[in-house]
């Protein structure tokens, strides 16, 4: 390859790629050089600077061979619509690339694969495993021998204790806990707050009850507590 291997462009022009482009841009060797979305979803020519081009054409303007990609999707449809713009990428033959925070804690050797987003804060355990195309937001704690399946989201601040194997397509929300040597099947989604200490077949959902409403409004509560 010549010197544009190191040139990439982003599939996607919403909030998700415009944090993207900042991490790639701040914090990466790679150098992004447009966005790309299906005709259909073309709402804008440029983004901070940068053409938009349709996907259906982006190897004649692009190619594959001189340029690389990222997909930055969201989590719709657990993770689906991501996963199917990362096969569609694969198959016009460009290389996904990752992106890795040079502020992410990965201690000894940890296996990632390409499409993944790691985002700063983390800690990421000795003989951890994870797959391609997972997102994973600031703050996560994936524990040692783990296994993160393809297509994954981990959100901030989510906890994944020792030899533990979460599925494919699974989605983990806001400060869940998931314990020691358990079992997440695939398209699970645990939501925020949730503890998780079993095994979970296929499709699981896991939804932590919200903090009761207090009966007094915040300033009558604030005339009778000690905060004020």
């Known amino acids: 390859m010549n010197d544009n291997t190191k040139k990439i462009v982003i599939f996607g022009a919403g909030q998700t790629a415009e944090i993207v482009y900042h991490y790639f841009v701040n914090d990466s060797p790679f150098s992004v050089v447009a966005f790309t979305v299906n005709a259909e979803h073309r709402d804008k020519k440029s983004l901070f600077g940068l053409p938009v081009v349709e996907f259906e054409e982006i190897e004649n303007k692009y190619p594959p061979d001189e340029f690389q990609m990222f997909v930055a999707m969201t989590y719709s449809n657990l993770n689906k619509l991501r996963a199917e713009k990362y096969k569609e990428a694969k198959q016009k033959d460009y290389t996904l690339v990752s992106y890795i925070s040079s502020k992410a804690g990965?201690?000894?050797?940890?296996d990632i694969g390409d499409n993944c987003l790691v985002l700063e804060n983390q800690l990421i355990q000795?003989?951890?495993k994870?797959?391609?195309?997972?997102f994973v937001w600031s703050g996560v704690l994936i524990?040692?021998?783990?296994t993160i399946g393809d297509h994954?989201?981990?959100?901030?601040?989510?906890s994944i204790g020792g030899n533990t194997n979460i599925g494919s397509y699974s989605f983990?929300?806001?400060n869940c806990t998931i314990g020691?040597?358990?079992?997440?099947?695939?398209?699970c989604l645990i939501g925020a707050g949730a503890q998780v200490t079993k095994d979970a077949v296929d499709n699981?959902?896991?939804?932590?009850?919200?903090?009761?409403?207090?009966?007094l409004d915040s300033e009558r509560f604030m005339k009778i507590s000690k905060l004020k």
């Open 106 to 110: 990965i201690v000894g050797k940890v």
């Open 126 to 128: 000795p003989y951890a």
């Open 180 to 187: 020691h040597m358990i079992n997440i099947g695939s398209n």
């Open 143 to 146: 524990g040692h021998n783990c």
């Open 130 to 134: 994870i797959g391609n195309n997972v």
């Open 172 to 174: 983990l929300g806001l």
């Open 204 to 215: 699981s959902v896991f939804i932590s009850k919200d903090t009761d409403l207090f009966a």
């Open 152 to 158: 994954c989201w981990l959100t901030s601040d989510a």
